[in-house]
């Protein structure tokens, strides 16, 4: 009985953990470029009563055993990155990476971020920055009297001036490729940075031999929050929580009756 209030007790926080992720999935199912997560969960130390495979007689094993398990814990909760849909703006700046790969944003301590948020605009300077004014890297500055920008799939920035036909680059934007983007360690605003996990980024055009996706300009990849899903895993994870608790006071009623033999 013991066992059981533990192992319930476990169960009930993670569930409760369950619902924290569905919370913050369901917060951000408008974010631009947001990605979900899963929660995932391990089962805990088990108890060897009897070890499978011990010896039941000089040629003869156990079949099963007879393990009793301690609850379970939360492992995890992995990034999902299948592409959300995507929404016409109109802006000019709006990007978005049709297949894989990651904006490249250069935060104010000089370190390299990576966003799939691709809602970007000028600063003072003509810079093309995110909401938060960090710059894309590598920097491509837009000048003052430009009246059309236009951005190629394979990342090419381009502009017109006044009195000119032709057409005057600005510079190219290249995207960063993961081996594993579920490793790596999201630091909110959309930005992510790498870690042992992810691994190192691999830097090219979009479009280009490294697998990385196009750019489509004046279109927003949305999250890709399904929040019919996340209503059913809110519903499956409330049904488990309770169900723990009725463990609990199944095992407190057990106590009381014990305690009650001697009365």
């Given at each position: 009985m013991i066992r059981a209030l533990y192992s319930a007790a476990s169960g009930m926080a993670a569930q409760q953990m369950n619902v924290d992720n569905i919370a913050h999935n369901l917060a951000n199912s408008s974010t631009v470029g947001y990605k979900a997560r899963r929660a995932q969960f391990q089962d805990l130390l088990y108890q060897d009563v009897v070890t499978p495979g011990a010896s039941a007689g000089q040629q003869t094993v156990v079949p099963t055993g007879l393990q009793l398990g301690l609850g379970t814990r939360a492992a995890s909760n992995e990034i999902i990155f299948t592409?959300?849909?995507?929404?016409?703006?109109?802006?000019?700046l709006d990007l978005t990476i049709q297949g894989k790969g990651f904006f490249q944003v250069r935060l104010a301590n000089g370190e390299i971020a990576y966003t799939r948020a691709g809602s970007f605009h000028l600063d003072r300077d003509g810079n093309i920055v995110t909401a938060d004014g960090d710059p894309l890297e590598p920097q491509i500055t837009i000048p003052p009297d430009?009246?059309?920008?236009h951005i190629a799939a394979d990342g090419t920035v381009s502009y017109t001036q006044p009195g000119q036909t032709a057409a005057q680059m600005a510079g190219q934007i290249q995207l960063a490729l993961f081996q594993n983007p579920a490793g790596l360690n999201g630091i909110g605003r959309n930005l992510f940075l790498p870690t042992d996990a992810s691994g190192d980024p691999t830097i090219g055009t979009p479009g280009g031999q490294e697998g990385l996706g196009t750019l489509l300009q004046g279109f927003l990849e949305q999250s890709n929050v399904s929040v019919v899903e996340e209503f059913i895993n809110l519903i499956v994870s409330q049904r488990a929580y309770e169900a723990n608790s009725k463990v609990v006071k199944a095992a407190d009623d057990m106590y009381q009756q014990v305690n009650n033999l001697t009365r």
């Open positions: 592409q959300g849909n995507v929404l016409a703006t109109s802006n000019p430009a009246q059309e920008i």
